[in-house]
């Protein structure tokens, strides 16, 4: 049955709407701020984490504001998810694309001009169509929320033409609030969405990259199916996806699994419609334990109790391997992405970028591929690597990544640091690494000779040190933030204020020595246990209730409640309605619609555990 619209009166409370219509009690950092701005009629700029909370940011206005949200996403399968949540929240939300059928397309447009929609989520190209359009001229529009804004720039790691025709929404609705969504995108991809969209006015919200729930690990690739069934070793009840960059990889490493004996599934676009369909439905409803997949497999799984990420293979650029490890852990958990890094896959994305004929395009993404191979050849903290990589500095090793927790051999590089940051200087802060490491390693080339850098005072001063120590020493600068990479300028070099004190003496500065092979051998306490350990029995038979009941209605388990719901039920077992209202994730109408189930599971195990203690 279709929720009717959401009876949430202009101006009501937002905290009572948080609480009633999603279960939560209370926002997480900026969201209040975006969801009053949006109410009162302003534009925003949101960039937040996967599993920070934006979907609340567009949601919660859209109850509060007169008229139907309208939701940009780019792929169906997504909006399919969020329409189910939603519904299962007692919001009256739906979808208008190419997968409905004629009848089910005219009921949703019915709904739409009756005035019966809270929010409607459709695609861009759709959206843009000259008849819709003329459609929306007569429907009452709340605002427009632009999902994954970041296809929108030619910056971005997933540009989409027909996401630039949204620009035009400004010039079409100029009194509608629009706002723009996105968890991946760096200081160039920002800006061209705020330039693209007709943002100039609208407020900018960055809540910070950081998924303190996730370790990050890099292996040496070595024999890696072998690798990846150690992994898998004890995580059998967990669900995770693993990303391979070619379809014949895919389909390999999944039949090696289901030799094994794991439930895995191949994910790649070169398959039929319907069994892609088939495989994501059944990791939806945890029918499978891995997915195998190219990145066609991921944007449009909105599946919070993802455990793991494995990438196979090297990913192309940090923005993707950030989405892509963002995919684990939606629900807070604690989670784990490995990545098995080679030289060759190196070399293989390259010989990829070299097929891209457009050269501005080309020089982009041999930028976005060094850097990515600077995150897996770290040997600092990583997460200081990839939240640097986006503009965040972290003050402090993060503690929960393999670097951390299995330290590199440290040395006092002052000198040479500074001996690199005056080198930059020196050649005036307009050249990229490579050349930097050949001015210091007093190199004889024709592109030194024809500057005249072989007469600076730098150069030849590093002569004692290799090309790689060079590289790593340069690259841990730019992690730490000493040094910046101008992506829209030839990734040239340039010092930051945070060198200053550096280059004049004023401090020193540890470094790590490189090393060959990664190795986690500390484990850090989970996340679900940090706040009081809970009945894991208790866990396991909630989770049982749930797959039934998921099962009975036709929707994935996370739909009915998500992990951390029911570790905090197997924490706290509550004995009534209102105890149960207290749990995260726990609103009116999930109370009404399942309390009664839940609550009896829990009164039947206290029943039975207390019968066995006897």
Sequence with gaps: MVPER????????????????????????????????LIGGQDAFVL?????????????????????????????????????????????????????????????????????????????????SAGFLDRLAEIDIALFAIDEAHCVSQWGHDFRPEYQQLGALREHFPGIPLAAFTATADAQTRDDIVRVLGLGQASRHVTGFDRPNIRYSV??????????????????????????????????????????????????????????????????RDELQVVVATVAFGMGIDKPNVRFVVHYDLPRHIEGYYQETGRAGRDSLDSEALLLFGAQDVGTARRLIENNENPGQKRIEVHKLNAMVGLAESVTCRRRVLLNYFGERLEQDCGNCDVCLNPPEQ????????????????????????HVVDVLRGADNERIRSRH??????????????????????RQLIHHGYLVQDIANYSVLKLTDAARPLLRGEQTLSLAMPRIRAQTKKKRPRADVAQ????????????????????EQGVPPYIVFGDASLIQMAREKPADEQALLNITGVGQHKLDKYGSDFLNSIALYSVEQGSAGD
């Design 453 to 474: 850098h072989h007469r600076l005072s730098t150069y030849g001063l590093g002569s004692d040190r290799s090309e790689q120590e060079w590289t790593s020493i340069i």
């Design 48 to 128: 937040m984490p996967t599993g920070g909370g934006k979907s609340l940011c567009y949601q919660i206005p859209a109850l509060h504001r007169a008229g139907v949200a309208l939701v940009v996403s780019p792929l169906i399968s997504l909006m399919k998810d969020q329409v189910d949540a939603l519904q299962a929240n007692g919001v009256a939300a739906a979808f208008y694309n190419s997968a409905l059928g004629s009848e089910e397309a005219r009921q949703v447009l019915a709904r739409l001009h009756a005035h019966e929609l809270d929010l409607l989520y459709v695609s861009p190209e759709r959206l843009m």
């Design 219 to 284: 292996l040496e690739k070595h024999k890696p199916f072998d690798q990846l069934l150690r992994f898998l070793e004890g995580r059998e009840d967990q669900a995770g996806i693993v990303y391979a960059l070619s379809r014949k990889r895919v389909e390999e490493v999944a039949g090696k699994l289901q030799a094994r004996g794991l439930r895995a599934e191949a994910y790649h676009a070169g398959l039929p419609a319907a069994h892609r369909r088939q495989v994501q439905e059944d990791f939806l």
């Design 411 to 434: 040395f006092d590089a002052t000198l040479d640091a500074r001996k690199a940051l005056s080198c930059v200087y020196r050649v005036g802060q307009r050249f990229g690494v490579g």
């Design 532 to 551: 009081g350990p809970y009945d894991e029995l208790l866990f396991d038979q909630l989770r049982d209730l749930r797959k039934r009941l998921a099962d």
């Design 6 to 37: 959401a009876a949430t009166p202009a101006g009501g409370d937002i905290h009572d709407t948080l609480q009633r219509v999603f279960g939560y009690a209370g926002f997480r950092p900026h969201q209040q701020t975006i969801i009053e701005e």
